[in-house]
């Protein structure tokens, strides 16, 4: 392939087809701080507090969407997950962003090099042994706080076990840096009882809290303890990464044969793990609308398609892909229990699969509660949706059936340090396309008002959702 001769494509006004959408995004988008609520970022790494220093850590390693865009150009695993070098896995990256043309890491790649480091040049072979210098010399300056104050990141939510003593997100308080960093509850272990770790998990949160769990009562007192915990450190969010919703009929009994069965070390069958599940789900439900904690499910995936490579690798390699899993009816079974106990905590559902866009967009209008807008959120596009088209149709499929002036906005849902510029993607995608309704006449053409609604969009909304606590 010829090399590109081009500067880099990333200007002032990329993205922004018209005048109006630069105003847009210029005079009101661009100045809002950063609400990160859900991504996967490393609260050792932040309170430590170190320098990363290379870019392949910093950029590639853990990063699954240039993995699999490697893998699909033949790169050789040695260079992607191997044992090569540093340099020699950033250099066969290089040798792969050219082959990403209309891909969005293409883009992202690009408005990185350009806010992290000041490069304007695209990413090739030719120029990648400069790059890989010019960005570590700047990375060797800055630490994480750093990068993330650079990006105006005001706060950021980490994504953990139960079982974390969050003695990071305490230390990283003492230094008082510029990003205030909360955790987030994340007890998918707990759910998955038919997993082989599960019974290895139990004896992790039975050392977390102290006692043994020999029961259904056991477990949620231990689940009780570690939401109270993580609430006092400030946690006002929970998560769950899952196919579908649980939502089976299930109660206390039924859910404590199953435990009971898995402890004997019998064998329990899909359908028994799906009881035990949908009992628990509802339990832990219970517990943070009472704690008064937002609630998340990323729904939809289907994990690790590629056995051999997750024997090699684990999970979370790279071999994951959309769904076409059935929501709407567990979705409305659930929410609609404890809707009916007024025990529905505000919840934001992702979901995979575009074609369920209006399902799930939908799904969220069916519950709502006074005093609180927006209660149910259809949440941003989400992984290998998070690119242009994919937050296009999110904004046209939540507008005509939602609200979407109460939407709470993007989030990275990364594991890097220099992923914060899909904000500023997500800014230039909205504003260009409400300047395109204000041109078509679509709406009113009242500047300032679409642009403190963008304002809300991009900050406001988030900031006035989440009960971000003062620790």
Request: net charge negative.
């Amino acid at each position: 392939m010829s090399p590109i001769k081009s500067k880099s494509f990333i200007s002032d006004n990329f993205l922004l087809d018209s005048e109006l959408a630069q105003i847009l995004y210029h005079q009101y988008a661009k100045k809002m701080p950063v609400i990160d609520y859900h991504n996967h970022l490393s609260a050792k790494q932040i309170a430590e507090n170190k320098p990363i220093s290379n870019i392949t850590d910093a950029w590639l390693n853990g990063d699954h969407y240039k993995w699999r865009a490697m893998r699909a150009n033949g790169i050789d695993e040695t260079y992607i997950t191997g044992t090569s070098t540093q340099k020699e896995k950033f250099l066969k990256w290089a040798e792969t962003v050219p082959f990403t043309l209309r891909n969005p890491l293409f883009h992202w790649t690009h408005l990185e090099l350009k806010r992290y480091f000041d490069i304007d040049a695209i990413l090739q072979p030719e120029n990648a042994n400069d790059i890989y210098s010019m960005a570590n010399s700047v990375l060797v300056q800055k630490t994480p706080a750093d990068l993330l104050k650079d990006m105006n990141v005001e706060i950021l939510c980490t994504t953990d076990d139960p079982t974390d003593s969050l003695e990071y997100h305490q230390e990283i308080r003492k230094q008082n840096i510029f990003t205030k960093v909360y955790p987030a509850f994340r007890p998918d272990a707990v759910l998955l009882i038919k997993h082989n770790s599960f019974l290895n998990y139990l004896k992790k949160m039975e050392a977390c809290v102290g006692f043994q769990i020999e029961n259904i009562d056991d477990l949620l007192h231990a689940l009780q303890k570690r939401v109270d915990f993580f609430d006092q450190q400030g946690c006002c969010l929970s998560d769950y990464g899952l196919q579908q919703i649980y939502a089976e009929d299930s109660n206390e009994s039924i859910a404590e044969k199953i435990l009971k069965k898995r402890l004997d070390g019998a064998e329990i069958t899909t359908e028994e793990a799906q009881l035990y599940a949908s009992y628990m789900l509802y339990k832990l439900s219970k517990m943070y609308h009472k704690k008064g904690w937002v609630q998340q499910f990323h729904l939809g995936a289907l994990r690790n398609n590629n056995n051999r490579l997750e024997r090699l690798l684990g999970a979370d390699a790279g071999c994951d892909s959309i769904g076409d899993f059935s929501h709407a009816a567990s979705m409305s079974k659930f929410f609609n229990r404890l809707e009916a106990e007024q025990s529905l905590s505000k919840t934001i559902v992702y979901n995979l699969n575009p074609s369920q866009n209006e399902v799930f967009a939908t799904m969220m209008g069916n519950y709502s509660e006074k005093g609180i807008p927006g209660k149910m959120q259809w949440g941003s596009a989400w992984w290998f949706l998070d690119q242009k088209t994919g937050m296009e149709k999110q904004l046209e499929v939540l507008s005509n059936v939602g609200l979407l002036s109460r939407f709470v906005g993007m989030l990275t849902d990364s594991r890097s340090f220099l992923s914060f510029p899909r904000h500023e993607y997500f800014r230039r995608i909205l504003c260009n396309v409400l300047a395109d309704d204000i041109k078509k006449g679509l709406v009113p053409d009242d500047v300032s008002y679409v642009g403190k609604m963008i304002q809300d969009i991009c900050y406001n909304n988030a900031k006035d959702y989440f009960d971000f606590k003062k620790i």
